[in-house]
């Protein structure tokens, strides 16, 4: 490579470069560097592109890669132009010969002859003088050719040549050598030798053989330089495996293989080698460069050795990489031995498919009969990747392995047994770093006696319910000592309320989490109220969307106000879960600033309790909402139309100190009223229109759109959407579509179940936004995708149908949209349990829409694309698959649709 060419590739985009060897070739020297580079993104490489090997001249190598650099150029220099044949050109001679290798080159060109000068006349007795006669003195000496000794050193038979002539000033030679700071034993064995050695370099680096070493020509250039100071025996392995594995022929990996004998040291290497030979020869590339890649070099090959063998012969093509990563990432890191095996060994024998992550978490305690335990402790409804889950939570929880081989499994039945261990994987995910903190482990590790008992004593249809609680209330408890605190109550309430009259798929967890979150001086009034108090939440958490808004709501108050939680889940359960709703609704922000603000009325005094009757009225008479409590003879009385007798005013005063927790609450509703009145600018709404506003607080990216036709609408302007510069762009861009038809749909009658059903396309806005409320799903009030409802509203091109009975109850509902290329996009029909008539009935209706626009339907394999016209955000369910649920039962197919809607 040219000194050019050099700096081009100094400029390119290389991760690290190491130098192998310095080789001398041809009269010249040259510096065989390893390099890794890295591929641009735009322009993607093999990874055997990755790793390369380059000679470059020594001039232009960096000197941090060859720190002999200045010492081994000043004498190949010095070697050009050599007059003296003395100790000094000795010393240089041995410099590059000690310093480099021969380039695997044959030895052509001529044979150097270095001939000794003639000697000088001697003085002898006939010739005192030292010549003949006395006229004429003897010619002069001639002086002797300067010779370029540089060439002959890229010969071996001329280096022997050179080194012969040169051997009798060795003394002098090695003295130089010394001061150089070259090895004192490498220097001492040369010393040894009256004879000029086979092969200087492996005598002073190895102590080698005396006799010349039959070593592959690459094997020298490449992996001799970085063995410096090896013993000969370990040489000669690495020459061995060099020939075994066949490096000469397979340059690709010859290339990975002499890197990592540079960065490691040589037996650690050389381990790596034999190694190499456990995995099949189309995956050993990719098998070093991981070794590379993840640091596995640093360690012993053979404290994982049968895993490699599991991995080169059972991991898949498309997981092997993934594998390899896993298990090499976590033998750099010390991770237990026996723990990485048996996850591949898992792997390959159960689990093909599994993706194995990042390994960043070790278990220690994982033994040689772990395996056997998770084997048995398995569930026999559980699959391969169940398996895993089990061997990666002994990694993520610690203590699991001992707990998994110290408990007999056998006492618990199936269902107990799996939702058991069900809670103890799920432990991976209670935080945002991958492994549990140890300091929660050692909390929780106390009650596992009472968490076995929770799933051995609650009835059967109740476990999974119970042991999922179990899970999401640890979840919440931030700090160990909130678990010491909460975990006993939690346990004692989840046994309450986890069996008959409560349902078994319900969704009040999370209440319950910030129920326990009550300081523990209020605490008392919540875990001693009766049973209505947990079944009317129970009921209010029946769907999830209303129980994330219950969840929302009731972080607030507790957080605000967890004396009035505590007083009211006792007294008045109804209206504080209603509360807890209608706050729920609210983001972060404003149900805190409007707590602050409702904190502040007189109502929340706490010195009401002990104000004089009339007092008490004047404050609850603020409250718009509140008056209706007061009762009507107390109204009367204060009127002039009744007389009460002191005592009757003393019992009414009474029952109001009791109803002031309600009398808050409702305080707290009418704040939350007035603000979503103020939301759009309205003094006074309706009901129905209050439900749409709440949908606005959710709205998210399609807020603004939203809130602008709410004020539009509810000011008296029905046709705004219709009117808006978006709508008629859209409709001049589809002038196929009859905009008349698509907006009036189709009425279909039918009859099931006895009673009269119809369905059409929902013209009223304000009940288009409830199509995810009706029935329960992602796109409802309280749901994660209920942007997407107002998107419905917004867009001209998507409608909702709704199947509603003769007393006007919505008994399921379906999404369609026209897309970019006007065909009928029909989606799933929700909710899941809707019945196979009435999924037949919407077909129906599909089918006799795309005929009346005279478009046609998208079927389920085929593409399409939903432009969003007014509205930001719109989530796509996907279309509504083909005609399968018209024969079946229809809930599968529901089941998964609601699954993808609400993540």
Excluded at 502 to 513: E, H, P, R
Excluded at 710 to 722: K, Q, S, T
Aim: charged content about 25%.
């Amino acid at each position: 490579m040219s000194d050019s060419q050099m700096r081009r590739a100094s400029n390119s985009n290389v991760e690290s470069t190491l130098l192998l060897g310095v080789v001398r070739s041809e009269g010249r020297l040259l510096a065989v560097v390893s390099q890794r580079r890295v591929a641009a993104a735009a322009a993607p490489r093999p990874a055997t592109a990755e790793y390369a090997v380059l000679s470059v001249p020594v001039g232009g190598a960096d000197q941090r890669l060859l720190a002999e650099k200045a010492r081994l150029c000043a004498a190949w220099e010095r070697l050009c132009d050599v007059a003296v044949l003395d100790g000094s050109a000795l010393a240089d001679v041995l410099t590059v010969l000690l310093s480099t290798v021969p380039a695997a080159l044959p030895d052509t060109g001529r044979v150097l002859r270095l001939t000794a000068p003639p000697p000088l006349p001697r003085r002898t007795a006939a010739h005192p003088r030292a010549f003949k006669g006395t006229k004429y003195t003897p010619p002069k000496r001639p002086r002797p050719a300067v010779l370029d000794l540089r060439s002959a050193l890229c010969s071996n038979r001329n280096t022997h040549a050179v080194l012969e002539r040169l051997w009798p000033w060795r003394a002098e030679a090695l003295d130089q050598l010394a001061r150089l700071r070259f090895d004192q034993a490498g220097v001492a064995r040369l010393a040894q030798y009256a004879t000029p050695p086979p092969d200087p370099y492996l005598l002073f680096h190895h102590g080698g053989s005396p006799t010349p070493a039959k070593l592959a020509p690459l094997f020298v250039e490449w992996m001799l330089p970085a063995l410096a100071g090896a013993s000969w025996a370990i040489v000669r392995r690495a020459a061995s495996l060099f020939e075994r594995l066949r490096l000469a022929d397979e340059r690709h990996l010859a290339v990975l293989a002499a890197r990592l004998v540079r960065v490691a040291s040589a037996e650690r290497a050389l381990d790596w080698w034999e190694a190499l030979g456990s995995q099949p020869e189309g995956r050993r590339f990719d098998f070093l460069a991981l070794v590379l890649d993840t640091g596995a070099w640093t360690e012993d090959p053979a404290r994982v050795s049968e895993a490699l063998v599991d991995l080169g012969h059972g991991a898949g093509p498309e997981r092997y990489e993934r594998w390899a990563r896993a298990l090499l990432a976590g033998l750099a890191r010390k991770l237990n031995p026996t723990y990485l095996a048996a996850g591949i060994r898992f792997a390959v024998a159960y689990a093909p498919t599994w993706g194995f992550g990042e390994l960043a978490d070790d278990a220690p305690d994982f033994g040689p009969s772990t395996p056997a335990a998770l084997l048995a402790a398995l569930p026999t409804e559980w699959n391969g990747d169940w398996l895993m889950s089990l061997w990666d939570t002994c990694g993520v929880v610690p203590g699991f392995a001992n707990l998994i081989e110290q408990a007999d499994w056998r006492e618990l039945s199936p269902p107990q047994r799996m939702y058991l261990l069900r809670f103890f994987t799920d432990l991976r995910w209670h935080q945002d770093r991958h492994a549990l903190d140890p300091r929660r482990w050692r909390a929780i590790e106390p009650f596992l006696p009472r968490i076995e008992g929770l799933a051995r004593t609650v009835p059967t249809p109740y476990t999974d319910q119970a042991m999922n609680d179990l899970g999401e209330l640890v979840a919440q408890m931030a700090t160990p000592k909130q678990i010491v605190d909460c975990l006993p109550l939690a346990l004692d309430l989840l046994v309450r309320v986890n069996q008959p009259p409560f349902s078994d798929d319900g969704n009040m967890v999370t209440a319950l989490s910030n129920l326990l979150k009550i300081p523990e001086r209020e605490r008392g009034g919540v875990l001693g109220a009766p049973e209505s108090s947990f079944r009317r939440l129970d009921k209010a958490c029946l769907r999830r969307n209303a129980a994330s808004l219950v969840a929302w709501g009731m972080s607030t108050l507790v957080e605000h106000a967890p004396a009035l939680v505590a007083g009211a889940f006792a007294s008045a359960p109804g209206s504080l879960f209603r509360t807890a709703k209608d706050l729920g609704v609210l983001s972060w922000e404003a149900r805190r600033e409007l707590m602050r603000r409702c904190l502040a009325l007189g109502v929340f005094e706490c010195r009401l309790e002990r104000c004089r009757l009339e007092k008490m009225l004047q404050i609850i008479d603020t409250v718009d909402a509140a008056r209706s409590m007061v009762p009507r003879a107390l109204r009367d009385h204060r009127a002039g139309r009744r007389v009460l007798s002191n005592a009757q005013l003393a019992r009414h005063q009474a029952k109001l100190r009791q109803r002031l927790p309600e009398i808050r609450l409702a305080a707290i509703r009418s704040a939350v009223v007035a603000y979503l009145e103020r939301s759009i600018g309205l003094q006074r709404t309706t009901r129905e229109a209050l439900e749409a506003l709440e949908l606005l607080q959710q709205a998210e990216g399609n807020r603004r759109g939203l809130r602008r036709f709410l004020r539009a609408h509810l000011a008296g302007d029905p046709d705004y959407l219709l009117r808006h510069p978006a709508t008629v762009a859209w409709a001049r861009r589809h002038p196929g579509i009859d905009l008349a038809v698509w907006t009036r749909g189709i009425d279909h009658q039918l009859t099931t179940g006895g009673r009269a059903v119809s369905i059409r396309v929902e013209r009223d806005p304000l009940e288009v936004l409830k199509l995810g409320t009706y029935v329960g799903s992602c796109l409802g009030l309280g749901g994660s995708f209920a942007s997407s409802a107002a998107a419905v509203v917004l867009d001209i091109n998507k409608q909702v149908l709704y199947a509603r009975d003769d007393r006007n109850a919505v008994l399921a509902r379906q999404l369609v949209a026209i897309s970019d290329d006007d065909r009928l996009v029909p989606f799933s029909v929700y909710p899941s349990s809707t019945p196979p008539g009435l999924l037949r009935a919407f077909r129906e209706v599909d089918r006799r829409l795309a005929a009346a626009l005279a478009i046609e339907q998208v079927s389920a394999d085929q593409r399409y694309r939903i432009e969003n016209v007014l509205s930001r955000d719109w989530w796509d369910d996907g279309v509504w698959p083909d005609d399968r649920d018209a024969t079946d039962d229809g809930s599968a197919l529901s089941r998964r649709s609601c699954s993808a809607g609400t993540r």
